[in-house]
Structure formats: structure tokens, C-alpha cells
């Protein structure tokens, strides 16, 4: 429901995200006065502006959550800019393929009517495409959930989770409830197959948070939650990383020079950027082995405050109300269902990987949606946002829709 | 060309910390107040819009209590059903409309036999439009769709001589003739009833004493409350 009368607030929301990364960027140009640093802080304020305000214009969508989720992007390229400059510049390229599917996300839904048949052909796509790491798969951190394709290496299962979003959906909003388990059991058993357990806990959350959804079923709901309590049980007894990872977790300190490592180099990170953190540029916490992926948002306490952390951590309530908002506005149970699924993925793989990093959860081995380095984990991201953002211009639609009936209603 | 001298970018460094917070916290107070703000205007053009989500209602033709009719839902008895409906299964069937086709209606098992305008739907479902009456056994419905929805017009029967019976002739205009389509936002109450009988029915003659005038049927010349 956009008018006239919203743009210019929207305007406002913008300039202080433009404003954000210009000052950012000077500053890390002046440190070695590199004019590409410099070209940066031109080039990515204008791409927010693109990506923010003009876009929508093309494609129609929610430009709050293209604000706040452009914010994310940009800080993500700055911190890795920040840290490891080549990576800052894929992460720019992943960021443009990441629009690209983030658009193709938003005329998916809209053309649902007519997609819909495909939904059959995407659900066999997904589990094929999630088998493939269990044969073909190269392990990293323990997990066997990578495959490398014509020179490129990407995580197979963070792609299938737009699949498994538009599906379950799909067969939720027919009440096809035990296909639907079925469907979620298989991508479930595959991920544990490639022992990508953190993955799979999020799968397994969603499934659970969409059927409850669709169905209303208390029982359901129980029989989920216990059914998680005995899996967390079986694989704790099962996987000896998953024991390794509680124990750390219990007191990372028993062996901070081994498997304790990088939490203790996270936490230390953290609590020496204290509330405003040591200063853009003057970080240390490269340190942390895994700090463009799993404990950037380490990196980023580091370097800008607990204070910046928590409104990163706003940004994401945030987003994740704003999906919300858009699931409850639906009109079809199937777009509901999607805007929920969609904005509970972001939500919860958020609060898996913050939790992570600050010691609150044992550590499972997710990215921060739309900050942390990785190709497929932005693009899926992106694309689960073009999801959302589809149902937001469908909303849009059926409001205008409603008030031409009520206009003809009125003259007639 | 050598950047800032270490000392200076630390100071520099550290005293553009409180300025990236407050941008980061203006962001996050900005998305606030836009997020009130449009739920505010949305709220309101709800206010403006009663019948939004809606594509018209479903009307008792014995009672005239009407039921609003959502893009998509269920009808059933069920605490789930998004119209609850007494004396039906818990699922009795699913219904969502389709611009150009009408309000598709798929029985929820094999096993029901209902009937849209005296034909059974079939598994697969079928289409139901302005005015159509659909049969749940006990009771009927009749579906009456908002005007400026894309639907196609429902086609009366043809003439058949049989309906030169005056009773025979009213029954069926009763069942299948239906009304102009709804204006959204008016009430629909009693538009499925005919005026002769939301008045007053005179007392009935005692049993057996039914004289031949009490037997027939009313005026064919009714109008609904709508003026047609």
C-alpha cells in the first residue's frame, strides 16, 4: 500500500543508511588514502539509493524492508571490505546476483497463478539438489555440505530453502499436512546424512513453525517439540562434534587454544569493542578464524560497540515484524504461509548465529542473513526477501483491487 | 600516497564511532515511526474498506442469515472452517476464487455429495458464481458475489414448458434465477428473501382446514430489497 504521501518518510529512512556508509568508506579511505576506497563511498551509497527507491519502481515491493535489508547488505560489504578487501568485492557481485534473484523471487509470486504447476517439479528439484552433497559432497567444519560445480563451490542446501519455503507452503495451504512432513522429513534426513546440523535445525524449526501455522494444532505443535528434544538428545549421543560443540559451549575456556579457539577469540573480540566499540579500522578480530562467515557479527561488536550490535539486532526484529505484518495482510493462506515461513528463516538463523557468537546457544555453523560473507548464503537470502517482498506487492494489489470494487459499489 | 598518520586516524577513528551509532540509531527510529506510521494509514483504509478480503457472502436461503465469503477459505462446522456452518462435516469443502472463473468449490472428501445449482460437484472441484445455490443436504446457500469482480455471468436455465406450471415456475426462480450482483459495504441481510416473506405470514387456518388460497404459492411479482 504505497501513496504519494509515504514516499518522502521513506526518503528519510534512506539517507541516514546513504549517510551511514559514505562516512564509513571515507574513513577507511583516509587511513591509506586509496582512491577506490573513496570510489566506494560514492558507489555503494548510490547502490542503496538504487536498490532502496528505484527498484520499486520497477518491481513493485516493500521499500521499509528494502531499507533495512540494504543497510544489512552494506554494512556486510563494509565489514568485510574492512577486514579483507577482496572479499568486500565478491560480496559486491554476490550482492548484484543476489538482486537479480531477489527480483526473480518478486515475479515468481506474482505470477503464482500461473507458476503453481511448477511446484511439483521444484519440490523433486530440491531433494535431488540435496542429495547431491551426500555423494558428490567435499566435508568442511565437520559437515559434508558443499559440492564444488564447474569451479564453483556452493552449499546446496541454502539454496534449497526457497524450495522448501514455496513448497511447504504450497502443500500447507492445500492441507496436504502429512505430504508436506514427508516432503520436510526427506530434505531433514538429507542434512543430517550431510551432517549439517545447524541447517537442519532450522529446517526443522520452520517446518514446525508453518505446519502449527496451517493447522492450529496444539498436538502437533507438542509432538514437534518433543520430537526436536529427542533429536537434540539422539544427536548429541550420536555426533561427536555435536557433544564437542555443547561441552564448548558449557565453558569455552577448558580448551581455548583448541576447540574452545574461536568462541574465546569472539568474546574477547566483543569485549574489547565494549559499548562503542575499538573504532572502524582499528579492530583486531581477524584473529577469530572464522570471522567473515559464522562471527562477523563478532567483528562487528569489535569494531563499532555492543550499542551498534544491538540496533543490528533491532534491525532484524524489525524485519522480521515487517514479515509478519505481511503474512497477517495476506489474503491466500498460501501467501501467509510464505511471508511467515520467510521472515521466521531470517529471523531464526539471525538468532541461531548472534546467540552463537555472544555464548547464549551452542554454536551451529550458519551466516548472518545479508552480512556474512558466502556467495549462496546472500543470493538465498536475497531471495528468500524476493519471496517476501512478492506477497508484499500482491498485498498491494488486492488493496487497490478492494477499493475499485468499493468505488464501483459507491456509484453503483 | 600515504594515508593519515596512525595517531591522527585513531582519533579520528574513535570519535566517528558516536556518529556511525547515531546514524545506526536514527535507522532503526526511523524505521519505527514509518512502520507505526503505515500501519496507522493501513488500519484506516481498512476502516474504509469493510468488505476488504472479501468477494461477497453466502446467504441462508431459509433463514436469510448471511455469512461473509473470504477470497479463500473453508466451510465446514469446524473451529477451523472460515465460514462455520451447523449440521456439516468439520471440512465440508474449500473454496478460493479465481479472477475469471468464479469461486471454485472442492468438496474436502470423496465421499460428500453436494450439489452446486442441482449438480454434483465432482472431486475436482467446480465453479461457483453470482447467485449460484449450493445444496449442503438439510440446507441451502446461496453464493451472492460484489459487483466489479471479475466473474463470468451466470446463465439462467432455458425456457422449458414445464416451467408454465405458476408453482413449478416460482420454485425454480426461487433456487436458480439469481439477484443483480451486491454492492460491496451494504448489508446484505434478507436480499436472499423475497419481500413477501420477511413480512408478516398470517396465521395459518387450523390443520386440515387449509382452504385452497393458503396452498399457493406467492406473487411471482416479488422484488428483493435491492429493487429488482
Known sequence: METDRQRPA?????????????????????????????????????????????????????TLLLALVNFLCALGILTLYRTDPARGISQIYNYAIGVGVMVMGILYIRFWQRLKATVPMIAVAAVVFMALPVFFGEER????????????????????????????????????????????????????????????????????????????????????????????VLGYSIFSHVRRRVSIWIDPWIDPRGSGYQIVQSLIAMANGGLWGTGLGLGNAKVIPEYATDFIFSVIINEFGVLFGACVVAVYALIFMRGISIAMRSRSKFHTLLALGCSSFIALQAFVIIGGNIKLIPLTGVTLPFVSYGGTSLISSL?????????ASVNQEDIKEDQMIALIGEEG | MSGLSAPVYEMVSMGLRYWLFFLAVVIVWRAVRLMQKESRLYKKTMRQLPDAGLVGELVDLETGESHPLPREGMIGSGHASDIRLPGIRRRALEMAFRAGHGLKLIPSHHKHSLRLDDEL???????????????????????????????????????????????????????????????????????????????????????????????LPPSRNWEGKDGN
Open chain 1, 10 to 62: 521513506e526518503r528519510r529512512l534512506v539517507k541516514p543508511v546513504m549517510l551511514f556508509m559514505f562516512s564509513a568508506f571515507v574513513l577507511l579511505g583516509l587511513k591509506d588514502f586509496d582512491w577506490f576506497t573513496f570510489a566506494l563511498a560514492v558507489l555503494v551509497p548510490f547502490g542503496i539509493y538504487a536498490a532502496t527507491l528505484l527498484l520499486p519502481r520497477l518491481f513493485p515491493a516493500d
Open chain 1, 141 to 232: 567444519n565437520g559437515a559434508k555440505a558443499w559440492i564444488a560445480l564447474f569451479g564453483v563451490s556452493f552449499q546446496p542446501s541454502e539454496i534449497v530453502k526457497l524450495a522448501h519455503l514455496v513448497v511447504l507452503a504450497f502443500l500447507l495451504s492445500r492441507r496436504r499436512v502429512l505430504t508436506s512432513v514427508v516432503f520436510a522429513g526427506i530434505s531433514l534426513a538429507l542434512l543430517m546424512l550431510q551432517k549439517d546440523l545447524g541447517t537442519a535445525l532450522l529446517y526443522y524449526a520452520i517446518t514446525l513453525i508453518m505446519v502449527f501455522s496451517a493447522t492450529g494444532s496444539l498436538t502437533v505443535l507438542s509432538l514437534g517439540t518433543a520430537g526436536a528434544a529427542a533429536g537434540a
Open chain 1, 383 to 391: 531471495g528468500i526477501l524476493g519471496l517476501l517482498q512478492g506477497v
Open chain 2, 121 to 215: 460437484i465432482d472431486a475436482s472441484g467446480d465453479y461457483a458464481l453470482h447467485g449460484s445455490v449450493l445444496d449442503l443436504g438439510q440446507k441451502a446457500y446461496r453464493f451472492r458475489l460484489f459487483e466489479g469482480l471479475d466473474v463470468p455471468e451466470r446463465h439462467s436455465l432455458p425456457y422449458s414448458p414445464e416451467y408454465e406450471n405458476p408453482e413449478d415456475a416460482w420454485a425454480r426462480q426461487m433456487v436458480m434465477e439469481s439477484p443483480p450482483p451486491m454492492p460491496p459495504g451494504e448489508d446484505g441481510y434478507g436480499m436472499a428473501l423475497p419481500v413477501w416473506a420477511q413480512e408478516v405470514q398470517p396465521e395459518l387456518p387450523e390443520e386440515g382446514l387449509y382452504t385452497e388460497e393458503s396452498l
